[in-house]
C-alpha cells in the first residue's frame, strides 16, 4: 500500500502487476478489496491500480463540498474524479490508462471522461448507468445520509447486501455475503453520508458517454437489481464505439462474484480494442 498526499487528504492506493494501466474504482459504501481477486488475475498483463476513494478502506476522510440545501458535508463524484487525476499525478503517471468503474464506480469514472479525456485509452462501465437519480432515489440517499451516525452499520448491510448479489450466490456462496457485509461495516458513516449526497447531485452524464472517443466496455450481473441489464445495454448503446456482457448468475457485484469471467472479459476486452501498432 502506498499513501499520496492529494487534494487536502491522504488517499490509499494498491497495486498489482506490471503492463498497460487499469485503474479500477469501487463502488458504495465499499473499498478496493472488492476487486483484489479480479486484479490477481489480471495482474499477469497488466499494471492494477486499486485506490480507496477519499473517506473510504484505508483513505482519509474529509469533505470536499457542503450540500447547499441542507450545509452538510458533500463529496461529489467530480471530486473523487478530481483526486484520482491527482493521485496518478502523485504517482508520476503520465501514460494513457484504462479506467474500470463499478455502480458508483462508474459514475466517478464518467466525471473522469468528461474532465480528463487525454488520459483515457478505454472505459469499462460495470453494474451502472450513465441518467441521474429520479426524485424517490434521491431522496432515499438523503434518507441514508441523515441516519448514519444515528444506526449501526449493520442496519445498513443487512439491507443491502440480499439486493447486491444473484440468487446463487446467496444460496451457494454464503462467503460472497460475509464479506461483502464486512465490507460495508468497515467503512465510515461520514464517508458513506457525504458521498450518498454526492450521488444524490450526481449529473446526467449521457452526452458525455456520447462523446467519449475511446472503446467502452459496458457489462453487468444478469441479476443485478440497482443496474438492470436493460438499462446497461441502453447504456452501451450511446458511445460510438462500445461492447455489452451480462454475466450469468451474477448481481450487482461481479468482480465478487465471478472474478475469473470477469477478469476474462476485461483481458479480451482489451487485447481486442488496443492497437499494437
Ligand atoms: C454502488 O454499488 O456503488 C451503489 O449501488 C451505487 C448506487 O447506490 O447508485
Redesign the pocket.
Known amino acids: 500500500m502506498q499513501t499520496i498526499s492529494v487534494n487536502g487528504t491522504q488517499l490509499a492506493i494498491f497495486e498489482q502487476g506490471a503492463g498497460p494501466i487499469v485503474l479500477f474504482i ?5 473499498d478496493h478489496t472488492m476487486y483484489d481477486q479480479a486484479a490477481e488475475a489480471l495482474s499477469d498483463s497488466f499494471r492494477c491500480l486499486l485506490p480507496d476513494l477519499r473517506g473510504f478502506g484505508k483513505s482519509e476522510y474529509s469533505a470536499t463540498s457542503v450540500d447547499l440545501e441542507t450545509g452538510t458535508p458533500l463529496i461529489s463524484m467530480a471530486d473523487f474524479a478530481a483526486d484520482l487525476a491527482s493521485l496518478l499525478a502523485g504517482l508520476q503517471i503520465t501514460e494513457k490508462i484504462a479506467l474500470c468503474g ?4 462508474g ?1 466517478i469514472a464518467l466525471e473522469f471522461a468528461k474532465r480528463f479525456p487525454d488520459q483515457l485509452s478505454h472505459l469499462i462501465l460495470a ?2 448507468k450513465a441518467t441521474p ?1 429520479a426524485p424517490e ?1 434521491r431522496q432515499k ?1 438523503l434518507d441514508l445520509a441523515a441516519s448514519m451516525g444515528k444506526t449501526d452499520l449493520s442496519g445498513v448491510a443487512d439491507a443491502m447486501v440480499p439486493i ?1 448479489l444473484s440468487q446463487r450466490s446467496r444460496r451457494e456462496r454464503p462467503e460472497i455475503g460475509n464479506f461483502v457485509r464486512a465490507m460495508i461495516m468497515g467503512q465510515s458513516p461520514r464517508a458513506i453520508a457525504a458521498a450518498s449526497r454526492g ?1 444524490a447531485v450526481r449529473s446526467d452524464m449521457t452526452e458525455v458517454l456520447r462523446q467519449t472517443r475511446v472503446p467502452v466496455l459496458c457489462l453487468c450481473g444478469e441479476e443485478d437489481k ?2 438492470p441489464p436493460d438499462v446497461v445495454k441502453a447504456m452501451s448503446e450511446i458511445p460510438e464505439c462500445s461492447r455489452f456482457e451480462v454475466l450469468p448468475d451474477c448481481g ?1 457485484m461481479v468482480p465478487l462474484e465471478e472474478p475469473g469471467a470477469f477478469a476474462e472479459l476485461l483481458r479480451n476486452f482489451l487485447h481486442e480494442t488496443t492497437s499494437h501498432s
Not at 469501487?26 to 465499499?30: L, M, Q, R, V
Not at 463499478?102 to 464506480?105: A, E
Open positions: 469501487h463502488g458504495f459504501p465499499f463499478l455502480s458508483m464506480g459514475y453494474d451502472t437519480d432515489a440517499r447486491l450521488m440497482p443496474s450487482h
